[in-house]
Each structure stands twice: as structure tokens, then as C-alpha cells.
């Protein structure tokens, strides 16, 4: 079955995020991405590669300003701590609703 897309506000503005057979795990450039404010992530992923390019993307939609680097190192720091907030060993597995407070 294919993946629906999705409209969700970032930045106060509404961005179309969709599943689509690109060469990279993710696009949005500053060119056509602005314009039209769409968002593609590559379905042929695991779990935590897609949650980590669907937060790079959209840091990038905040701000196309931020080097590169910076967006993939935050992005993979903001998928951990989501991963382990929420005991996430395996994202396929899905959220557990009990924090990590016993791990503190």
C-alpha cells in the first residue's frame, strides 16, 4: 500500500510531505522547495533513517541558512533523544507511552 502525504505547518506555513523514489534519503532545496514548500523522503529507509531525514528536512524548511552539517548532527541528536525517551529500541516497533524515568 502507498504512503499517503502529508500537510503539516512549519514555520507557520503549510509543507507537503511525501513519500517518493528519489536518489537521496530526503529533499528540500531552498530553489523549489520555498516555492512550492514540499517536503520528499525516500520510503527505502529503516525506521530510524526515515524519523532522522523527516527531521533533517524539516530543519531544513525552518531554516535553509543552517550548514549542513549542523542539520544532520542535529537531527540525528533530536532522533536519539526521541528514541530514548520514549524506550524506542526498534522506531517499527512503535512508541511506548511510559517515559525513561527508571533510567535515571
Keep these: 500500500m502507498a504512503k499517503r502525504a502529508r500537510i503539516t505547518t512549519i514555520g507557520g506555513k ?4 511525501e513519500y517518493a523514489h528519489i536518489a537521496d534519503y530526503g529533499h528540500c532545496e ?6 512550492t514548500r514540499r517536503i520528499r523522503i525516500n520510503p527505502n529507509q529503516s525506521d530510524e533513517a526515515l524519523l532522522d531525514t523527516l527531521i533533517h528536512e524539516v530543519l531544513h524548511a525552518q531554516d535553509w541558512d543552517l550548514d549542513e552539517n549542523a542539520v544532520a548532527r542535529r537531527a540525528t541528536e533530536m532522533r536519539t533523544a526521541i528514541c530514548k525517551m520514549f524506550r524506542v529500541s526498534r522506531i517499527g516497533r512503535g ?10
Aim: charged share 25%.
Design 14 to 17: 503549510s509543507w507537503r510531505i
Design 30 to 35: 531552498y530553489g523549489s522547495c520555498r516555492r
Design 95 to 104: 512508541l511506548s507511552n511510559q517515559s525513561a524515568q527508571a533510567d535515571e
